[in-house]
């Protein structure tokens, strides 16, 4: 199970889709985000966004190599980013970023848990 098929079926692709996709969300939230908190034309933006994202792009090539361990690891990561935006949401002038935040980390967790059970049901030959 440590190098996955080449061949997934659609399901799993479309699953990977939408982890992809939320995940590059989560990404570019942050760098809004950031934007938001030191203005656009700051020296210390990318820096701030680095620091906040880095944890995020350390699955990168796990994610695109279609690592299970990768996914499972990622949902546990998301739950800290999920941590933050709750109390993003208690600041009343920045309530609509929390709603944002956590919203791309529900999204991103649902889809990694969907996109892990049916990766693993594909290995054992249930698709």
Known sequence: MNEPSTVLPVTVKRWQQLVLASYYGLIVYFGINSAFAVGFGNASLLIIWFIQV?????????????????????????????????????D?????????????????????????????AFNRGDL
């Open 92 to 120: 009343p002038l920045r309530v609509w970023l929390g709603v944002m935040e956590v919203n791309l980390c529900v999204a991103l967790f649902g889809c990694l848990v969907m996109l892990i059970r049916r990766h693993r």
């Open 54 to 90: 880095f944890p995020l792009l350390l699955f990168a090539i796990g994610l695109h190599r279609q690592r299970v361990r990768t996914y499972t690891w990622l949902c546990l990561v998301v739950l800290l980013y999920f941590m933050h935006g709750v109390l993003v949401l208690f």
